[in-house]
């Protein structure tokens, strides 16, 4: 069984407007979390080479939300606009793989995964609007908000491969520390388009990783 986390903070996004209009504070920031169980399978390999085949199934959490703040409306009344979207997906389903070492002369050796998982679950999203200014032509001198929100709900399905490379250092015969780069890249996760925001359907994450193994 295994877990892992994820989050990311950014201070950029694109918003569906005119675009000679004013962009000011964009934020945006993402989470997940996943939790895998499997059953494995080892063929038998030459010497100093151990393969790994697996089926299971895999959790999945994910939350990502955006806000914009500045003034962005055609309307130069509207001095002020406040947009906060969210979008939160769980599920769960299917996942298999494969995963290998291969170890070399001396203590170095090189391993490596790849998994493939659909996801089936339900992804909510959250939007609302607030314009702040001058009221319209009946009180032109007065302070006016208007707010607009939204909230839906609807079945989805994800998919999500993930893989790795890594160089193994053994200091043991049953003992090694790997160095490497994992990557993830989930499709169809955000809907494209949500209440002014233009959101990317997909994510790809990735970055290095540091792991010890001790089999006992």
Not at 39 to 45: A, D, I, R, W
Not at 57 to 85: H, M, W
Not at 181 to 190: E, G, K, P, S, T
């Amino acid at each position: 069984m295994a877990y892992s986390r994820f989050a990311d903070n950014d201070t950029s996004t694109t918003l569906v407007n005119d675009p000679e209009t004013l962009e000011l504070g964009a934020g945006y920031k993402w989470q997940y979390a996943t939790a895998d169980v499997d059953v494995g399978y080892h063929p038998q390999m030459p010497a100093g080479v151990d393969v790994r085949l697996s089926a299971g199934l895999r959790a999945f959490y994910s939350d990502d939300s955006a806000d914009k703040v500045g003034n962005f409306s055609e309307d130069p009344d509207f001095f002020n606009t406040t947009i906060n979207y969210s979008s939160e997906f769980i599920g769960g389903g299917p996942r298999v793989g494969a995963e290998f070492e291969a170890r070399g002369a001396g203590n170095w050796g090189l391993s490596g995964m790849i998994a493939g998982s659909a996801l089936f679950g339900e992804r909510t999203v959250d939007a609302s609007i607030e314009l702040e200014g001058l009221c319209p032509e009946e009180a032109p001198d007065e302070f006016c908000a208007i707010e607009e929100g939204d909230s839906e709900s609807e079945s989805a399905t994800v998919y999500n491969l993930d893989a790795a490379i890594g160089l193994d250092y053994y200091f043991m015969n049953s003992s090694k520390f790997t160095l490497g780069v994992r990557a993830q890249q989930f499709w169809d996760l955000r809907a494209s388009e949500e209440f002014l925001f233009k959101v990317d359907e997909d994510s790809l994450v990735w970055g290095p990783f540091f792991k010890f193994v001790h089999r006992m």
